[in-house]
């Protein structure tokens, strides 16, 4: 106990008991804080997958940000190969389509997105998960 009655007269230059209880109440209370915001920060995390545009899409997270996107065939399960080449050949947006195809179903079509290329395809969907975070509508379907 007289360390602490040192600590208190080092930084005030005397000791009260209710020093020592208030300064124990405010640790609590910022404890009991700082646990609900990490808390809250890191329930969306459990949400990695998603389908959309008729396939499945799995991500992790570092440090809050969405990483390692990809799609996924809904039957099989394999990584969807990416064919975009027809997107370098035209230059209207509403002709530019990705294709996403399944080498382990015998490179059967899952899905075709118009509008862009591989990387407006990761966008779109990126912006679509961002979405669902800030909405809340991802506590409906949390998929791991």
């Given at each position: 106990m007289s360390y602490i009655k040192l600590f208190f007269i080092?930084?005030?230059g005397y000791y009260e008991w209710?020093?020592?209880w208030l300064s124990?109440?405010?640790i609590a209370i910022f404890a009991i804080i700082l646990f609900f915001i990490l808390h809250m920060t890191e329930e969306y995390k459990k949400f990695r997958s998603i389908s959309l545009y008729n396939v499945i899409w799995k991500?992790?997270?570092k440090k809050n940000r969405i990483i390692s996107l990809w799609c996924y065939c809904p039957e099989c399960g394999s990584a969807l190969l990416?064919?975009?080449e027809y997107c370098r050949s035209v230059t209207t947006l509403t002709n530019k389509t990705t294709?996403?195809?399944c080498k382990n179903c015998g490179n059967i079509e899952k899905s075709r997105v118009v509008g862009g290329d591989r990387n407006y395809l990761l966008k779109i969907v990126k912006f679509e998960i961002q979405?669902?975070?800030?909405?809340?509508?991802y506590k409906n379907r949390?998929?791991?």
């Open positions: 080092d930084i005030f209710w020093m020592l124990v109440l405010v991500w992790k997270y990416c064919d975009d294709f996403l195809i979405k669902r975070i800030k909405s809340g509508a949390t998929h791991k």
